[in-house]
């Protein structure tokens, strides 16, 4: 017969393990997800007890995250127990995003491959939804869509190393340090080159659909390239 180790409350030791490991996960999680949203500037300090209040967790697991979060790369650690929201130089922001180019294209191609009729209804339907946000204000709402396609392309992909590649990059970081914020309006061929991508993909077409991804990826660096020459 063998036996439970248990706590004195009648919890077995493995659940409260499983417990605060699901804490930090989740708190790891959520603390990414806000960096990642743009919350934060580039550079913004992050403390100890403004996280613990924020997500609810002890300050171990604070610690615990913002550790796991330095060695990936989101965030630099200081010495006095608090982190800053990573910042990145010109060269660090065109090599991530010259990366993302090469990786995305791949999806893309894998995309036109294996997308069924589900995936590409869904990102029609986004493409339309774009149109309606080319208007004075709307750009907030347009790079929420652009987000929502290219997470479509890489679903239709169903390729979960490329995907996973894909996630690990920090282009979202960087894209937030290095947008042009005072553009009242998104970049004009942007969505006709999601059409582009999509007609690709809608033909089952992977060498057309990675050279569309590739040319529109390059399109939105060198458009970022701009407003890196003018820092």
């Not at 910042?87 to 993302?100: G, K, P, Q, Y």
Request: glycine residues 4%.
């Amino acid at each position: 017969m063998t036996s439970v180790e248990s706590t004195s409350s009648g919890t077995s030791v493995d659940g409260v393990a499983d417990a605060g490991a699901t804490r930090t996960e989740q708190a790891y999680t959520d603390l990414r997800a806000i960096i990642l949203s743009g919350h934060y500037e580039p550079g913004s300090r992050l403390t100890e007890s403004e996280l613990t209040t924020q997500l609810g967790v002890s300050r171990g697991t604070i610690r615990s995250v913002l550790a796991r979060l330095a060695q990936e790369g989101y965030v630099s650690t200081e010495a006095n127990r608090s982190a800053r929201t990573r910042s990145f130089t010109v060269d660090e922001a065109i090599e991530i995003l010259e990366t993302r180019a090469v990786l995305e294209s791949a999806l893309a191609a894998k995309a036109a491959e294996r997308a069924t009729d589900e995936d590409i209804a869904a990102m029609t339907k986004t493409c339309r939804q774009m149109w309606d946000w080319q208007v004075p204000g709307g750009r907030q709402e347009y790079w929420k869509l652009n987000r929502e396609f290219h997470a479509q392309v890489k679903h239709a992909a169903r390729q979960v190393t490329l995907a996973r590649f894909v996630d690990s990059l920090l282009h979202p970081l960087v894209l937030r340090q290095y947008r042009n914020e005072e553009l009242e309006l998104p970049r004009v061929d942007s969505v006709r080159e999601h059409e582009a991508i999509l007609a690709a993909i809608v033909t089952h077409n992977p060498e057309a659909a990675a050279a569309t991804m590739r040319h529109h990826l390059s399109s939105a660096r060198r458009a970022l390239q701009l407003n890196f020459d003018a820092q």
